[in-house]
């Protein structure tokens, strides 16, 4: 089968692998009919993932049918199509019964897919703890209607949970890339008093200007004092960090009011600085990330009855066999790219 594979730092090809196999009573295998890309493959295509393994298919972000499942296998059978979890985790360890899945103490626990065993980036992938990793899509829900479940909209379902979110609040979300605006999706279920978005590339600010008529938008430079006029209490009572810029972490914050909740959901490429003196009586409280994929039900119910579409962030398609141009366009973000569906043909 044809599957985009981890050669070497800088370097991914579409190379031929046979088809994976069941190896364990807890797998399934998956015939991926849709996938795509994440900013977390070019992260493993740079080397700022360490823990990739080289000669491993790429790729976390996808949906498809069931085409085999191992013996202990029983809320999900061949042909019923399901979303796949970017996480592996057993639904047996101390975290995973608290919900805290990202910390799974399996050996193969956390992500795995795609990073440290092969991913979905392919024609077909092996999915471990199948039972906990796969979901069944409603039957009136596409396949585009349910791509991102697994990855980015669950996790920014799972930072607007954290986040401590009321109707009296004004949430600032830094950052509307792909997983930004899956956040401020989430975030508007919530039904905050007011959001504002913060995001300095013109493409992106359009999309929420064109999409999320109500929601407040701003540029990192003007943030701070746009906050200031536009909350009710000298900042906003919730930051949701999105954007993992040099200066993001510093301005989420600075845009903070007094014991403000503060959640960082990006991954930076470097360490940050906690300055305590200068926010000494603000009393933040500060979450930090690494998504909890354990609403992927939930999420795809919410999805079956309207109340999340994150079909226009689709503004490409490409068939697996060129998935080496797609990758060259999300890179470079050339034509207004946000997130480009891979097809199977
Ligand atoms: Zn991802
Ligand atoms: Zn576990």
Not at 311 to 317: D, F
């Amino acid at each position: 089968m044809k599957a985009l594979t981890y050669i070497e730092h800088g370097k991914f090809a579409l190379t031929d692998k046979p088809k994976p196999q069941i190896i364990n009573t807890r797998d399934a295998i998956v015939r991926v009919t849709l996938g795509s890309i994440c900013t977390s493959d070019l992260h493993i295509k740079h080397g700022s993932v360490p823990r990739a393994v080289p000669g491993i298919t790429v790729g976390h972000e996808m949906v498809g049918i069931v085409e085999e499942v191992g013996a202990e296998v029983t809320n999900v059978k061949p042909g019923d199509r399901v979303t796949v979890n970017v996480e592996t985790f057993c639904g047996e360890c101390f975290f995973c019964k608290h919900g805290f899945v990202n910390n799974c103490t399996d050996k193969n626990g956390g992500w795995a897919l795609g990073c440290r065993i092969d991913g979905g980036q392919a024609e077909f992938v092996r999915v471990p703890y199948a039972e906990q990793g796969l979901n069944k899509i409603p039957d009136s829900v596409t396949d585009e209607q349910a791509l991102f479940v697994g990855d980015i909209l669950a996790t920014g379902f799972w930072a607007a949970r954290i986040s401590e979110i009321t109707n009296e609040d004004t949430v600032l979300i830094i950052g509307a890339g792909p997983t930004g605006i899956c956040t401020l999706l989430c975030v508007m279920l919530k039904q905050p008093k007011r959001i504002i978005v913060c995001e300095k590339d013109p493409v992106r600010a359009q999309f929420v200007k064109e999409h999320y008529a109500d929601v407040l938008l701003c540029q990192p430079e003007e943030c701070e004092n746009y906050v200031h006029a536009n909350s009710d209490h000298g900042g906003a009572d919730v930051v949701l960090e999105v954007a993992g810029a040099k200066d993001t972490f510093q301005l989420a914050w600075m845009c903070a009011r007094p014991n403000a909740v503060v959640t960082v959901v990006a991954l930076y490429d470097e360490a940050q600085t906690l300055p305590l003196p200068d926010m000494y009586g603000k009393n933040l409280t500060f979450k930090t990330g690494g998504v909890d994929g354990c609403d992927c039900a939930e999420i795809l119910s919410l999805i079956e009855q309207g109340k999340i579409d994150t079909t226009p962030l689709i503004t490409h398609r490409y068939p697996l066999a060129d998935i080496e141009e797609a990758y060259r366009v999300f890179e470079n973000r050339l034509d207004g790219v946000i997130k480009i569906a891979v097809t199977a043909e």
